[in-house]
């Protein structure tokens, strides 16, 4: 596929997407509402522990902020992947969309971009909240760093949205990784606390979770304002990260639908 081709149909879902989302302004509102809630709420529970409490050297505030925004982010990009399979096979048109000229994998890109472009809406929204309604303090946050960090995590969710949609198609259980990142991994990765105040065992599995240092690195470059140097370990992890993950999880999920095609199992769910 041509770049202009690759443009032109990724402008085109986008179009697609938004039209959508502008029929449905009552969940804009929706949205905003609750992250407002979720956002006081947390400035409220920092209050409550006192500030005393300054993990990493940062008030506790700006660390819940950046760590539940940010890995709420990531895993509703995730799920994005595993919600676009899911509704193609409950409304059988996911073998119609797979026999298109189009690459699956770059179909399935294309219809996650508009997620992951309202995702970022949110997070935006999210933070502003929290450091400007609420004076958290931002420092001089190093915000090349930061989007470096956010370019290599966005690939790494991505990675595990395409594994997860992957897993859908196979045995119709994608929503399993989905879950152990919603209900487990948080716990392990720094979300609401530092990975450091975790028994050894389990610092040594935070340390094979990326979110971890997306965490950590998206908190350096904000509200340590850290440069290059301090970010080298974060950065340099993530980029393994995505190296390995992004090619392996578009070959596993090339075989996983040459399988559900030759066992005619593409629309089970």
Not at 94 to 112: G, R
Not at 175 to 186: D, I, K, N, T
Not at 227 to 243: G, M, Q
Request: with cysteine; charged share 10%.
């Amino acid at each position: 596929m041509s770049l202009a081709g690759f443009a032109d149909k990724l402008g085109a879902t986008v179009r697609r997407d938004l039209l959508t989302a502008v029929r449905h302004r009552t969940g804009f509102l929706m949205t905003a509402a609750g992250a407002l809630a979720e956002v006081a709420a947390f400035y409220y529970l920092a209050r409550a522990v006192g500030p005393g409490f300054r993990p990493e050297g940062s008030d506790y505030f700006p660390f819940l902020l950046v760590g539940t925004g940010f890995y709420t982010f990531l895993v509703m990009g995730i799920n994005s992947f595993l919600t676009i399979v899911q509704e193609a096979q409950q409304t059988g048109t996911l073998e119609v969309l797979m026999t298109t000229s189009t690459p699956p994998a770059a179909l399935l890109v294309f219809s996650a971009v508009s997620a992951f472009a309202g995702n970022t809406a949110q997070l935006i929204f999210y933070f502003g909240a929290g450091f400007l309604l609420f004076r958290s303090p931002l420092g001089q946050a190093n915000l090349l760093g930061g989007a470096i960090v956010f370019a290599l995590s966005l690939a790494i969710a991505a990675s595990l949205g395409i594994l997860a949609a992957a897993l859908q198609l196979a045995i119709q259980k994608g929503s399993v990784l989905v879950w152990l990142l919603g209900s487990g991994a948080w716990f392990m990765t720094g979300t609401l606390f530092p990975v450091a105040s975790l028994p050894r065992p389990l610092r040594v599995l935070a340390g094979m979770i990326p979110i971890t240092y997306s965490l950590d690195g998206m908190r350096l470059c904000l509200l340590q304002g850290a440069d290059f140097p301090a970010l080298f370990h974060s950065i340099s992890v993530l980029f393994l990260f995505a190296a390995t993950l992004l090619p392996a999880s578009l070959a596993v999920f090339s075989s996983t639908l040459r399988r559900a095609r030759l066992e005619g199992t593409l629309s089970f769910y």
